[in-house]
């Protein structure tokens, strides 16, 4: 199976991800992506949500973080109010 192919851009917009490299990549519909264009380039970067341990993992790496920074939940509250007065 070869990882090249060809499409076109519909008149939406839309571009059509060959059957074989869908198949290849195991992409489903739904499949979330990441775009990236510059000149000549557009890449499309597949992306899914992290797993519920994975999740865990980054929440407690942010949490130790924070308190190493000596972030308090009052700083975190009084950061969101000040963007929302902004708006």
């Known amino acids: 199976m070869a990882n090249i192919a ?3 851009l519909s008149s939406k917009g839309q571009v059509v991800i060959p059957e074989n490299i ?3 990549l195991k992409l489903k ?3 979330q992506f990441v775009v990236v264009g510059g000149k000549d380039v557009v890449i499309l970067k597949s992306i899914s949500p992290p797993s519920i341990d994975e999740f865990d993992e980054l929440i407690l790496k942010a949490r130790k973080a924070a308190k190493q920074a000596g ?3 009052t700083d975190i509250k009084n950061a969101i109010a000040k963007v929302r007065d902004k708006k």
């Open 6 to 8: 060809t499409t076109k």
């Open 29 to 31: 519909t739904g499949s």
């Open 71 to 73: 972030l308090k939940k």
């Open 22 to 24: 869908r198949k290849k």
